[in-house]
């Protein structure tokens, strides 16, 4: 099986397996366990911030972020399809009582317009408290598409204007500065929060980090406490697994890239699939296959008859992702797999 899906069924590496094996576990309540303590060194020195903190998922950063930033109350700024908008069961609201203010967006993009009118908004006097805006890069739901630099500082700058945080959900922020060109230090460097994920691009098999400031991270400790995470035993197994990602598996993310753009040009050449190649930014495509005349699921029911998985966004639109385990011939049968349903639906 050719497996598209995500990226996160990616496995561990040899080098990964082997540093689990030979992980020396200290105590991790104490932060005594070397493993957990280099990787928040070096997730911090990577972006760029004076901390890290290791936790479980990408979720739970994020979620630690607003309860580290945010009082019960105030506002939060999204864009409508951010991750933390469709995936977290609105925990923002029921463990810190924040308000999420939820804008459009463009292609996930949020304008420091919109984002300074939803701040500022007032009535009769009365005007809400922004305490954080949460920016995603890449954006998950647009289909990996990226944020440059520039539309990043120019919501910073617009929040810290205004007093309020920015986080970054940088589950694959990774991906996005290697697109750009840029060091995801460089690329966050106005934020004043980030969070990424180990487990998916960089394949490791556990894990997300959350960067910031030295006290802000201490106080997400924390918030940890409070749901249950900070005694996060063997952690250092995972850690070990993790500094190897860090380590060895951001670079090859450009390898990715580029096939998933070379997929996305073939896919569209072929009749009955949509693909918008501009937004194809990183290693997510996103096809269109409404034309075919058949139903998501079903499409990819047929795909899966031949060998390869992909995953169903909407009743029209799938998604495929390229992460490590996918060659360019993995890709190429993708292509012709798709070719085929296309051409058995027509006939
Ligand atoms: C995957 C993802 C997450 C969640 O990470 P988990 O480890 O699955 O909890 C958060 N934000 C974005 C943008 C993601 O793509």
Redesign the pocket.
Known sequence: MINLQSD?VNLPTDAMWSAMQDAELGWVIDREDRNVRRLEELSAEKMGKEAGLFVL????A?LVAVMTTCRRGNQVILEENA??VW?QEWGLAYVVGAFPRILPGRAGVLSPEAVESAICESRFKHRPTTDLVCL?NTH?MAGGTVWTKAQTDAVCEVAHRHGARVLL?G??VFHAAIALGLSAADLASNCDIVTF?L??GLSAPAG?VLCGPRSLIEEAYRHLGHIGAHAFHKAGMLAAAGIVALETMVDRLAEDQTRAKRFAKSLSELEGVFVNLESVHTNIVMADISASGLEAGRFLEALEERGIRAHKYTTGMIRFTFHRHITDSDADSAVAAVADVLRETRD
């Open positions: 996160i998922t990408g979720r739970m994020t991750h933390i995936s995603e998950n959900d589950a694959r994920n487990t998916k997300a």
